[in-house]
């Protein structure tokens, strides 16, 4: 195999790599509040519920998450699960981050003083214009380190995806070194998520700055 | 005085914190224009009262009307408040100074003092704006308008905190302890601000340790003591009192 073509290959596999990475964010950030709000819910339920959730998604493998939403439909329900293998993979991995983001999120909440809320409903705003004016601003600002973390944690955490056997840049890196027994294809990887994460690093500094600005 | 309406009246307020009852039976009334200051020993409930006129806080019984109108009263030991809309129209009517100022620190002064006025109460903007000018030049503060507050020392903050309230044109403003997070010279410049406000007839209820202060700006002043208003009267009354708990209080400070 030519140097090209062997580049050529892995590069089909970042995109993937990347599309995982971009579908995780867009979906587990949001999911994340949702994921918080139940865990802060003053009914007892919701918030067990929530807690015992969140524990469970982070007190086990990513791995094992990921071959359980993705096998789970076939044992459980015997369905066909031919076109499941990428929605599984994004489905495991927006949950299992969302469940760490919420608690990043939770703890940037409890950091705010309670005279903030005090404040705000003296002046008159109501729940959601206090959130959203008031509180969010603050927390996006303590949370980013802890949220530059989790990211940077991702774009590692996408080659568990090759458990699944999909074409992510890890599987196929994997394949043709052992194929070619080259160590050629991990060197190209390896250089690939390093500078994909110096970039996330170098446009996370930039926002932290920019939030910097009190 | 008593022919001035009434803007805030509280009657029979209790309250308790688990077995400790922080407020035995208070009833008080702000005329307009006065100026009342609440005096009396750590503990004694003065904060608690003002978090319940200003509904921060539940009350266990009793009722308070502002401008003659019912926001929150106990009956059968629940709480019943007004109607949303009437309970918005109503909670206008007064602001309150925090000891902490509480300023948003995201927000630059000139937003924490328009932001409520333009976003909650829709004023027009421009308005708006050129009131806050006004605002912050009346208190000192005309080249402050783009600092965000942490580029403030404490008594700017707090008077950025008063203009933050004034800038809603409420009827009554309170102040829970305005000055007790300030360092002693920059308590001063703080006071003199109130003292302003109260020369303009601005209704005020004021949680003070200052004692002088409170003798010189007050129409009417209130003892606490353990949850009951222990001495109410004009300065004079209030200070020369022979109460032996006044007495005590005065007492204690001095030696502070
Ligand atoms: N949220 C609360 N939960 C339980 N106890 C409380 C609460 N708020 C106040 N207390 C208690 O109620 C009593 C009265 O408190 P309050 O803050 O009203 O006193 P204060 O007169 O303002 O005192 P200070 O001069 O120290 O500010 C105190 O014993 C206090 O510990
Ligand atoms: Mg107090």
């Known amino acids: 195999m030519s140097f090209v073509t062997m580049l050529e290959q892995i590069s089909s596999g970042m995109l993937k790599t990347i599309l995982i990475f971009i579908l995780t964010l867009i979906f587990s950030l ?11 819910s003053k009914n007892k339920i919701i918030s067990g519920i929530t807690g015992f959730f969140i524990s469970v998604l982070r007190g086990t493998p990513l791995m094992l998450q990921l071959v359980v939403v993705f096998y789970g439909p076939y044992f459980l329900f015997k369905w066909s699960i031919g076109n499941w293998r990428f929605p599984a993979i994004i489905v495991g991995f927006s949950i299992n981050y969302a469940a760490y983001f919420a608690e990043i999120y939770r703890s940037g909440i409890s950091a705010i003083p309670v005279g903030q809320y005090e404040a705000a409903h003296i002046l008159g705003y109501n729940k959601l214009q206090t959130f959203f004016k008031i509180i969010l601003p603050q927390v996006i600002r303590i949370i980013l380190p802890a949220v530059t973390n989790e990211v940077i944690t991702l774009v590692k955490d996408t080659s568990l995806a090759f458990t699944l056997s999909y074409m992510e840049m890890f599987t196929i890196t994997k394949q043709i070194a052992s194929a070619q027994t080259t160590f050629m ?8 998520y390093y500078i994909f994460n110096l970039l996330i690093s170098f446009v996370m500094r930039k926002l932290e700055k920019k939030l910097n600005y009190y | 005085m008593s ?9 029979n307020i209790k309250k308790s914190f688990g077995d400790l009852q922080v407020l035995k039976d208070i009833s008080l009334s702000v005329h307009e224009g006065e100026v009342l200051s609440i005096i009396g020993p750590s503990g004694s409930g003065k904060s608690t009262l003002l978090r319940i006129a200003t509904m921060l806080e539940t009350m266990d019984g009793g009722s308070i009307k502002y401008m003659g109108e019912e926001a929150v009263y106990v009956e059968n030991g629940s709480l019943h408040y007004a109607k949303p809309q009437n309970l918005r129209e109503i909670k206008k009517n007064f602001g309150l100074v925090f000891q902490n100022f509480n300023l948003f620190p995201h927000m630059s002064v000139m937003k924490n003092l328009t932001d409520a006025p333009i976003h909650v109460q829709k004023r027009n903007k421009d308005e708006v704006l050129s009131e806050a000018k006004e605002l912050l030049r009346k208190m000192g503060l005309s080249d402050k308008e783009d600092y965000y507050p942490s580029q403030l020392s404490g008594g700017q903050q707090q008077r950025v905190a008063i203009a933050r309230a004034l800038a809603l044109k409420p009827n009554v403003l309170f102040f829970d302890e305005p000055t007790s997070a300030l360092d002693p010279e920059l308590t001063g410049e703080v006071l003199k601000v109130i003292k302003r406000l109260a020369e303009e007839n601005m209704t005020m209820v004021i949680v003070t340790h200052e004692m002088s202060f409170a003798r010189n700006i007050s129409d009417r002043i209130i003892f606490m003591d353990k949850g009951v208003i222990a001495i109410e009267g004009n300065p004079e009354e209030v200070f020369n009192s022979d109460n032996p708990r006044m007495q005590e209080f005065l007492g204690k400070l001095k030696h502070e």
Request: charge should be neutral; glycine fraction near 10%.
């Open chain 1, 30 to 40: 949001p999911l994340g509040w949702i994921i918080a709000f139940g865990r802060m």
């Open chain 1, 185 to 192: 294809p991990f060197a190209i990887a390896g250089l690939f």
């Open chain 2, 3 to 11: 022919e001035k309406t009434i803007y805030l009246e509280m009657n």
